[in-house]
Nanobody, 125 residues
Framework: QVQLVESGGGLVQAGGSLRLSCAASGRTFSSYRMAWFRQAPGKEREFVAVISWSGGWYYYGDSMKGRVTISRDNAKNTVYLQMNTLKPEDTAVYYC??????????????????WGQGTQVTVSS
Protein backbone atom coordinates (compact mmCIF):
# COMPACT_ATOMS: atom_id res chain seq x y z
CA GLN A 1 0.00 0.00 0.00
CA VAL A 2 1.20 3.49 -0.86
CA GLN A 3 -0.15 6.72 0.58
CA LEU A 4 0.24 9.88 -1.47
CA VAL A 5 -0.14 13.44 -0.21
CA GLU A 6 0.02 16.38 -2.61
CA SER A 7 0.92 19.93 -1.61
CA GLY A 8 1.97 23.19 -3.19
CA GLY A 9 -1.24 24.22 -4.88
CA GLY A 10 -2.74 27.65 -4.52
CA LEU A 11 -3.79 30.83 -6.28
CA VAL A 12 -1.40 32.32 -8.83
CA GLN A 13 -1.67 34.95 -11.52
CA ALA A 14 -1.45 34.05 -15.17
CA GLY A 15 2.18 33.75 -16.21
CA GLY A 16 3.25 32.68 -12.76
CA SER A 17 4.77 29.44 -11.50
CA LEU A 18 4.04 26.80 -8.92
CA ARG A 19 5.83 23.69 -7.76
CA LEU A 20 3.67 20.82 -6.62
CA SER A 21 4.99 18.09 -4.37
CA CYS A 22 3.73 14.59 -3.74
CA ALA A 23 5.04 12.83 -0.65
CA ALA A 24 4.73 9.06 -0.60
CA SER A 25 4.76 6.68 2.30
CA GLY A 26 4.29 2.99 2.64
CA ARG A 27 6.00 0.55 0.35
CA THR A 28 9.24 1.22 -1.50
CA PHE A 29 8.74 4.50 -3.31
CA SER A 30 11.70 4.07 -5.60
CA SER A 31 10.12 1.09 -7.34
CA TYR A 32 7.02 3.01 -8.37
CA ARG A 33 6.28 4.87 -11.56
CA MET A 34 4.79 8.23 -10.60
CA ALA A 35 2.48 10.53 -12.54
CA TRP A 36 0.54 13.76 -12.32
CA PHE A 37 -2.99 14.23 -13.60
CA ARG A 38 -5.40 17.10 -13.33
CA GLN A 39 -9.14 17.50 -13.37
CA ALA A 40 -11.10 20.67 -13.98
CA PRO A 41 -14.78 20.99 -13.00
CA GLY A 42 -17.00 19.13 -15.42
CA LYS A 43 -14.06 17.59 -17.28
CA GLU A 44 -12.39 14.22 -17.31
CA ARG A 45 -9.14 13.58 -15.50
CA GLU A 46 -6.29 14.60 -17.80
CA PHE A 47 -2.75 13.27 -17.98
CA VAL A 48 0.01 15.80 -17.28
CA ALA A 49 3.28 13.90 -16.81
CA VAL A 50 4.83 10.59 -15.79
CA ILE A 51 8.29 9.62 -14.58
CA SER A 52 9.98 6.26 -14.27
CA TRP A 53 11.16 4.77 -11.00
CA SER A 54 14.73 5.96 -11.62
CA GLY A 55 13.80 9.33 -13.05
CA GLY A 56 15.62 8.48 -16.23
CA TRP A 57 12.51 8.40 -18.38
CA TYR A 58 9.61 10.84 -18.43
CA TYR A 59 6.79 11.81 -20.70
CA TYR A 60 4.46 14.81 -20.88
CA GLY A 61 0.93 15.26 -22.02
CA ASP A 62 0.17 17.77 -24.74
CA SER A 63 -1.79 20.14 -22.52
CA MET A 64 1.20 21.41 -20.55
CA LYS A 65 4.19 20.22 -22.56
CA GLY A 66 6.97 22.79 -22.58
CA ARG A 67 5.66 24.44 -19.42
CA VAL A 68 6.08 21.65 -16.87
CA THR A 69 8.90 19.54 -15.53
CA ILE A 70 8.43 16.35 -13.54
CA SER A 71 11.17 15.13 -11.22
CA ARG A 72 11.61 12.88 -8.22
CA ASP A 73 13.84 12.50 -5.22
CA ASN A 74 13.77 8.88 -4.10
CA ALA A 75 15.73 9.71 -0.96
CA LYS A 76 12.85 11.98 0.09
CA ASN A 77 10.07 9.79 -1.29
CA THR A 78 8.79 12.78 -3.20
CA VAL A 79 7.84 13.58 -6.77
CA TYR A 80 7.57 17.15 -8.01
CA LEU A 81 5.80 19.02 -10.77
CA GLN A 82 7.28 22.39 -11.66
CA MET A 83 4.71 24.43 -13.59
CA ASN A 84 5.64 27.63 -15.40
CA THR A 85 3.83 30.20 -17.51
CA LEU A 86 0.53 29.16 -15.99
CA LYS A 87 -2.71 29.99 -17.79
CA PRO A 88 -6.28 30.33 -16.47
CA GLU A 89 -7.14 27.09 -18.29
CA ASP A 90 -4.64 25.29 -16.07
CA THR A 91 -7.04 25.77 -13.17
CA ALA A 92 -7.83 22.30 -11.83
CA VAL A 93 -7.28 19.87 -9.02
CA TYR A 94 -3.92 18.21 -9.53
CA TYR A 95 -3.49 14.60 -8.51
CA CYS A 96 -0.46 12.45 -7.91
CA UNK A 97 -0.67 8.77 -8.91
CA UNK A 98 1.53 5.72 -8.50
CA UNK A 99 1.87 2.24 -9.90
CA UNK A 100 4.52 -0.37 -9.30
CA UNK A 101 4.15 -2.29 -12.54
CA UNK A 102 2.16 -0.55 -15.21
CA UNK A 103 0.06 -2.71 -17.48
CA UNK A 104 -1.73 -0.06 -19.47
CA UNK A 105 -0.87 3.19 -21.17
CA UNK A 106 0.86 5.61 -18.78
CA UNK A 107 -1.45 8.44 -19.84
CA UNK A 108 -4.59 6.63 -18.70
CA UNK A 109 -5.86 7.10 -15.13
CA UNK A 110 -6.87 3.45 -14.97
CA UNK A 111 -3.23 2.40 -15.27
CA UNK A 112 -2.49 3.60 -11.73
CA UNK A 113 -3.22 1.88 -8.46
CA UNK A 114 -2.77 4.68 -5.94
CA TRP A 115 -3.95 8.29 -5.87
CA GLY A 116 -3.54 11.26 -3.62
CA GLN A 117 -6.39 13.50 -2.49
CA GLY A 118 -5.42 16.27 -4.89
CA THR A 119 -4.30 19.87 -4.54
CA GLN A 120 -6.18 22.83 -6.03
CA VAL A 121 -4.42 25.09 -8.49
CA THR A 122 -6.21 28.29 -9.46
CA VAL A 123 -4.80 30.62 -12.08
CA SER A 124 -6.31 34.07 -12.27
CA SER A 125 -6.33 36.16 -15.43
Amino acid sequence: QVQLVESGGGLVQAGGSLRLSCAASGRTFSSYRMAWFRQAPGKEREFVAVISWSGGWYYYGDSMKGRVTISRDNAKNTVYLQMNTLKPEDTAVYYCAAVEKINGLPALPGSYDYWGQGTQVTVSS
